[in-house]
Nanobody, 115 residues
Framework: QVQLVESGGGLVQAGGSLRLSCAASGSIFSVNVMGWYRQAPGKQRELVASISSGGITTYADSVKGRFTISRDNYKRTLALQMNSLKPEDTAVYYC?????????WGQGTQVTVSS
């Protein structure tokens, strides 16, 4: 069984920074993709950034140049450094892990950016 636990959300002013972390446990194979998704009120969940076990990254256009995703395969952790935050970044952020086509999700952490 796979468990994902996020931390690091909170309230920040526009232009500020936050760092999200996700700790993974359970039966995790070495080849997988991890990512961060977010869901704002009334909107669909969207991909923010992803990173493969080999370190290949992808970012949504809206966060390129501001957010950085990273992972530590040994510690089984995922991080998202968010800089220059904007009010439109306000959402619940979810850690995601894909193993052999199966999606696993964390419980989510709230990020609120005030203007």
């Amino acid at each position: 069984q796979v468990q994902l636990v996020e931390s690091g959300g909170g309230l920040v002013q526009a232009g500020g920074s936050l760092r999200l972390s996700c700790a993974a446990s359970g039966s995790i194979f070495s080849v997988n993709v991890m990512g961060w998704y977010r869901q704002a009120p009334g909107k669909q969940r969207e991909l923010v950034a992803s990173i493969s076990s080999g370190g290949i990254t992808t970012y949504a256009d809206s966060v390129k140049g501001r957010f950085t995703i990273s992972r530590d395969n040994y510690k089984r952790t995922l991080a998202l450094q968010m800089n220059s935050l904007k009010p439109e970044d306000t959402a619940v952020y979810y850690c995601n892990l894909i193993i052999r086509g199966v999606n696993y999700w964390g419980q989510g952490t709230q990020v609120t950016v005030s203007s």
